[in-house]
């Protein structure tokens, strides 16, 4: 059997399944993709903690994409930009930077689109993301967002992991614990 853990997001719950992810730790699974309702409680919520000034909200390939479309269509921005998990074929001049994030073993980047870079020049971002643990996958985009010369006014998660619910950067709506085997 599984092991679970009940999350409470707001009026929402949910059980994950507890999975290792090395020899010595374990996540509860939490993957937002295809659970409408908790997306859509979720940007409502994050939406009251949006900065009053900002032009683009920036996200991370795959599951903080249905975050920022919703996002996106409550404080009426148009667009939105992904970041995405390796270069594309029709990239035009694709930024990249190496991520280490704690649920991914093997060496990744992050790729941003020349189109996307040229729209973020002396923009105002707010990077949303499903969840923040380690901070890595943050630190990667925030470096893309500065190197596209723009400045980051918000950082938002759906869930803050571990240590990072000690980070006074970040708001988030539910804290999510790390299990030690």
Do not use: C, W
Request: aromatic residues 6%; without cysteine.
């Amino acid at each position: 059997m599984i092991k679970t853990y009940q999350l409470q997001v707001g009026p929402l719950t949910r059980r994950l399944p507890v999975m290792p992810i090395s020899d010595t730790m374990a996540i509860a699974s939490f993957v937002l993709l295809g659970d409408a309702e908790l997306t859509d409680y979720a940007a409502e919520a994050l939406a009251k903690k949006v900065p009053a000034e900002f032009d683009y909200f920036v996200t991370l390939e795959s599951k903080g994409i249905p975050l920022a479309q919703e996002l996106s269509r409550l404080t009426g921005h148009q667009e939105y930009v992904v970041l995405r998990k390796s270069v594309k074929d029709y990239m035009r001049a694709p930024l990249t930077v190496p991520v280490k994030a704690i649920t991914t073993s093997a060496p990744q980047i992050l790729a941003l689109d020349g189109a996307d870079a040229d729209k973020l020049v002396a923009k105002r971002v707010v990077i949303v993301d499903d969840v923040i643990s380690s901070g890595g996958s943050l630190s990667a985009a925030e470096e893309l967002v500065n190197q596209a010369g723009a400045t980051v006014v918000g950082r938002l998660a759906i869930l803050a992991e571990g240590d990072a619910v000690k980070r006074t950067d970040i708001d988030y709506l539910a804290e999510l614990p790390l299990f030690p085997l």
